[in-house]
């Protein structure tokens, strides 16, 4: 399977990930990212350098695949957010800041492609993570990332309902513990292993699976 696939958060970690594998696999790659130069070496993958907080950015991303086909658009940018997020004085501009990023951006990116996505019947992925499921927290803390990221599953939930009749699935999956700049250096996936097993799943998916919570090996998450 190849096609057309937009990805946002490209140019390091997860999104530089896939990038490099589906522009392996043939696929024509757009590739989405504030900072364009780590993709220089790439080739055949088509490079937009924006802001997806912007909303002109976004205005001109909706203009640019106007009349285009996408197949699979991933959000993939994001971020932790301020070093401190337990109980406590916990920075407030820098806490919107990250829901601007993490919850906001997915779904201006998604609604902005949505005529692009039902051309092909395409697919939404937001990449999400286990830290974002309400029923699973046990340890409490990390409150914004938390937030930002439960608040975008729910954003997922309702795309999903919103875009079922026109044939557009949409799913948040988590790509488990990765060894990037996020989650460190003892975190037992490389970012080889998680996008190849993430690539796997989102091949697979349909629209029964649309508005799901969903590990990167396809199994569901607890909500």
């Known amino acids: 399977m190849t096609g057309n696939i937009l990805i946002t958060g490209a140019s ?7 990038v490099e594998q589906y522009a ?5 790659v757009h590739a989405v990212t504030r900072h364009p130069g780590p993709l220089a070496d790439l080739h055949g993958v088509e490079i937009h350098a924006l ?3 912007d909303r002109k950015a976004i205005a001109a991303l909706r203009t640019r695949f106007a009349e285009q086909r996408l197949d699979v658009v991933i959000n993939n940018a994001g971020d932790w957010g301020p070093h401190e997020q337990d ?3 916990i ?3 820098a806490w919107l800041a990250t829901l601007r990023l993490n919850t906001l951006a997915p779904y201006y990116v998604s609604e902005a492609l949505a005529d692009p996505l039902a051309r092909g019947r395409g697919r939404i992925v937001v990449i999400s993570s286990g830290l974002a499921s309400i029923e699973d927290n046990r340890s409490g803390g990390d409150y914004v990332y938390r937030s930002a990221k439960a608040g975008v599953n729910m954003v997922v939930r309702s ?6 009749p026109r044939q557009v699935t949409a799913v948040a999956l988590s790509p488990g513990w990765v060894r990037t700049a996020m989650g460190g250096e003892d975190a037992p996936l490389s970012i080889e292993e998680s996008v190849a097993a993430m690539r796997r799943t989102i091949a697979e998916l349909t629209l029964k699976d649309s508005g799901k919570f969903l590990n990167l090996d396809g199994k569901p998450l607890p909500w």
């Open 12 to 18: 390091r970690g997860l999104g530089r990930g896939f």
């Open 24 to 28: 392996a696999a043939g696929w024509h």
């Open 51 to 53: 802001d997806i907080t």
């Open 87 to 89: 109980l406590g004085p």
């Open 91 to 93: 920075d407030a501009e």
């Open 159 to 164: 795309l999903a309902r919103d875009l079922a």
